[in-house]
Each structure stands twice: as C-alpha cells, then as structure tokens.
C-alpha cells in the first residue's frame, strides 16, 4: 500500500514538473520573440534616425556644395583610410557611415557667411567656427552609438594636430582619431573639388598641400598612410564620382549592431 502510495506521488510530481518545463519553455520562446522584435524595433528606429540626420547634411552640403557627393565621398574613403591604417574593420564601417555627418552643423550657419566669395572677417570667421558645436550638438543628444560617434566627428574634424584648431583648441592624440582621419579625408576631397570661391586643385597638388601640413593640422601618421595610398583612394573617389553613389551607399545596417542604452 505504502508502495503504490509513493509511486502515485512521484507520477504526480513527474506531471507537474512535465508541465512546468513546458511552461518554461513556452516563457522561454516568448522571451526570445520579445527581445527579437524590440531588436528589430530598435533598428528601424535607428535606420530611420539615420536616414533622417544623412538627409539633414546633404541638405547642410548642399548649400555648400552643387552635387552633395562630398558626403559620400567622405564616408567611404574615411572607411578605405581607416583600413590602411590598421583599425578594426567595425570601427572602420561605423566610420564610414558617422563621417558624412561631419558638417551637419553648416546647417545652422547663414549663407552670407557659408557662401561668401572672398575671405571671411573675423567676426564672419567666428561665426562660421560655430558649425562643428552645432553639429554636435544635432547628433550628440541621442543615445545609440553610431551618432555619438558622429557627434564626435562632427566636434573634432577642424581641431588641429599642434593644437591650433577650434573649437577646443586639443593638440596631438588627444583628438579623437574618427576626428582626425576625417580631417585628411576631408581636406583633401575639399581641395581637388570646385568651390564658389576657387577652381579644384589637382591631385599632385593636394598631396603636395597635405604633406606641409603633416604634423601641424593633421596627425603625421595618418598623413603618411595617406599619401601612401593615395592612388587607391583618389580611385575610389572617382568610381564614387563617376557611379553617382547615393546616401543608400553609405548605410550598410545589416551587418551592424546598433543598440540604445537599455
């Protein structure tokens, strides 16, 4: 008696442990599409922040800008730069799609300063020194990391490598490095396109212009890659060029994790 007895309690414990389990893994499957959808939730979010910000500086390079390409331009050769220079292939992607946002800020400056033939006054000079604070204060007030690290981009692409830049005036490694390659990236392609205020220089010419400014405005080692491998890059520039690239060029989601803060 005693033994059928036990062995009812245990049949009795065996079900319910049988459906705990199944309950448990019902809770687990549900957990797991939850956390999928917010996933997928988040990204879409994100891609559509991006769209928004990448459309807001084309807009910004527009009134600076007949074509708009300079953005594109930026974002992938930043990338191919960032590659020679021995950085991880993720920072480097990220790179590529933070970087076209470097002058977001122009956004806010007038067109009688951005687009003023001659040279600027000082008070005009001031004016125009504002953009990369407006800039980073566009991007910085989102918490997923992409814009972050735009908004740094944005804030350290004109501070100089012996410290003469603006708007915080840091010198050598204390700028960050996005900040720094996109400031080769971004002098050059700006000297060999036409501006409202002089015809493009050559390509020679550039490097020639680089070179003078290897360790005043720019980093000498990210210099020294460049010029290293500029006959890649100047190539990559002109099949963006010739190609037409749009902002589509630049986003590349898929394979990149783009989270907020939980």
């Not at 953005?71 to 799609?97: N, S, T």
């Not at 956004?107 to 009688?112: A, C, F, S, T």
Request: proline share 4%; glycine share 6%.
């Amino acid at each position: 008696m005693e033994a059928k007895m036990t062995t009812a309690q245990d049949d009795g414990e065996n079900c319910f442990s049988d459906a705990a389990n199944r309950q448990m893994q019902r809770l687990v499957a549900d957990f797991g599409r939850m956390y999928r959808e917010r996933n997928e939730a988040l990204q879409e979010v994100a891609r559509a922040h991006h769209d928004a910000l990448l459309r807001l500086a084309r807009a910004a390079e527009l009134r600076d800008d007949d074509t708009g390409v300079h953005i594109v331009r930026i974002g992938h050769i930043a990338e191919l730069l960032a590659l020679k220079l021995g950085e991880r292939p993720q920072f480097a992607q990220h790179l590529r799609q933070a970087a076209p946002m470097h002058d977001i800020g122009k956004i806010g400056i007038p067109d009688n300063v951005l687009k003023k033939p001659g040279s600027l006054t000082p008070e005009e000079r001031a004016v125009m020194n504002e953009h990369p604070k407006i800039g980073a204060d566009i991007l910085g007030r989102s918490r997923i990391p992409l814009f972050q690290l735009a908004a740094e981009v944005a804030l350290a692409h004109h501070e100089r490598w012996d410290g003469s830049g603006y708007p915080s005036k840091l010198a050598g490694e204390a700028i960050p490095l996005s900040g720094r390659i996109v400031a080769v990236v971004d002098f050059c392609d700006a000297l060999t396109m036409d501006r409202c205020y002089r015809p493009a220089f050559d390509d020679d010419q550039a490097l020639k212009m680089l070179r003078e400014q290897r360790g005043r405005a720019f980093d000498p080692r990210i210099v020294d890659a460049y010029i290293e491998h500029a006959q890649e890059l100047f190539a990559l520039r002109d099949r963006i060029n010739a190609d037409q690239l749009g902002l589509s060029a630049l986003t590349g989601f898929a394979d990149l994790q783009l989270q907020v803060d939980a």
